[in-house]
């Protein structure tokens, strides 16, 4: 049975050019990897996927067709997909490979916060080991409050997709090295990023002071990693943790 590593996050969080670089990665290992694309909406992708979901939905047909905006589509395209779904699931089985690379749509909430994304997933998967990453823009998260909000944010899509989840940093290669060592510090210690929020005087925090660190702890049940889409720094580190997740540690390399 294959292992399945879902890309998932927010708008621009670098999914797309993750799972080409992943592919590649696994790819120059000598290990067996498929990609599955569950974008109805994106136009060029730097990989091949082996299944497609624009096969049988594209967001583009289907706003033209139906009149709807641009979310409207992509939210009527998954649930169109869920209905059609044991065509894709057929494919995905036929694969054979040892790791399946799945792709997830651009924006976040219309697959991971409506009933639609997490289903397709499960049908996919079913008894197969499955791990999340949880990308998030490292430049985006050098700021101590934008940090915080994106780990409550993967915690609240683990707490919808439930499969074990690490949250992934990207675009490491456009910090300066101050930036990427306070980014280091923070995503290393519950402690630093708490105290670092509750001083941050841009964040709005409805929380007390004790409220922040004891919250932060609990953010920290996830393993984190930060990596490079462009360059591949971090892929070692980053493929250690997958296995730790779904393979106990055992390598396959
Ligand atoms: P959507 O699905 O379109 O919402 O985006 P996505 O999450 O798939 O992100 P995508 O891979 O399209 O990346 C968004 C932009 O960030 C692209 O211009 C990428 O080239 C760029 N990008 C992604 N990862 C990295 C990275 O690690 N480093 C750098 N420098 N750029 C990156």
Same mark, same amino acid.
Do not use: C
């Given at each position: 049975?294959?292992?399945?590593?879902?890309?998932?996050?927010?708008?621009?969080?670098?999914?797309?050019?993750?799972?080409?670089?992943?592919?590649?990665?696994?790819?120059?290992?000598?290990?067996?990897?498929?990609?599955?694309?569950?974008?109805?909406?994106?136009?060029?992708?730097?990989?091949?996927?082996?299944?497609?979901?624009?096969?049988?939905?594209?967001?583009?047909?289907?706003?033209?067709?139906?009149?709807?905006?641009?979310?409207?589509?992509?939210?009527?395209?998954?649930?169109?997909? @869920?209905?059609?779904? &044991?065509? +894709?699931?057929?494919?995905?089985?036929?694969?054979? /490979?040892?790791?399946?690379? #799945?792709?997830? =749509?651009?924006?976040?909430?219309?697959?991971?916060?409506?009933?639609?994304?997490?289903?397709?997933?499960?049908?996919?998967?079913?008894?197969?080991?499955?791990?999340?990453?949880?990308?998030?823009?490292?430049?985006? @998260?050098?700021?101590? &409050?934008? +940090?915080?909000?994106?780990?409550?944010?993967?915690? /609240?899509?683990?707490?919808? #997709?439930?499969? =074990?989840?690490?949250?992934?940093?990207?675009?490491?290669?456009?910090?300066?090295?101050?930036?990427?060592?306070?980014?280091?510090?923070?995503?290393?210690?519950?402690?630093?990023?708490?105290?670092?929020?509750?001083?941050?005087?841009?964040?709005?925090?409805?929380?007390?002071?004790?409220?922040?660190?004891?919250?932060?702890?609990?953010?920290?049940?996830?393993?984190?990693?930060?990596?490079?889409?462009?360059?591949?720094?971090?892929?070692?580190?980053?493929?250690?943790?997958?296995?730790?997740?779904?393979?106990?540690?055992?390598?396959?390399?």
């Amino acid at each position: 049975m294959p292992y399945y590593i879902i890309v998932l996050g927010t708008a621009g969080s670098g999914k797309t050019t993750l799972t080409s670089m992943l592919m590649s990665y696994l790819d120059s290992h000598q290990m067996d990897v498929a990609t599955v694309n569950l974008d109805p909406a994106v136009e060029d992708l730097p990989y091949n996927p082996d299944v497609d979901i624009r096969e049988w939905v594209d967001a583009r047909e289907v706003m033209a067709k139906q009149g709807l905006g641009p979310n409207g589509a992509l939210i009527a395209s998954v649930d169109m997909l @869920a209905l059609n779904i &044991s065509e +894709l699931k057929d494919q995905v089985d036929s694969l054979r /490979s040892n790791y399946v690379i #799945i792709d997830t =749509p651009g924006q976040l909430e219309i697959f991971a916060f409506r009933d639609s994304g997490p289903v397709v997933l499960r049908t996919i998967i079913g008894d197969s080991k499955a791990v999340s990453l949880f990308l998030i823009d490292g430049l985006y @998260a050098v700021k101590p &409050s934008n +940090l915080f909000s994106a780990m409550l944010l993967s915690a /609240s899509t683990f707490f919808r #997709i439930k499969y =074990p989840q690490i949250n992934v940093f990207t675009k490491i290669d456009l910090l300066s090295e101050a930036e990427y060592s306070g980014l280091l510090s923070m995503i290393e210690s519950p402690e630093e990023l708490a105290s670092r929020v509750v001083e941050d005087a841009e964040a709005n925090l409805m929380w007390s002071s004790e409220e922040v660190y004891s919250l932060a702890e609990k953010l920290y049940t996830f393993e984190s990693v930060s990596v490079s889409n462009n360059s591949g720094q971090g892929f070692d580190d980053l493929y250690a943790s997958i296995q730790r997740v779904v393979a106990g540690g055992e390598d396959y390399f």
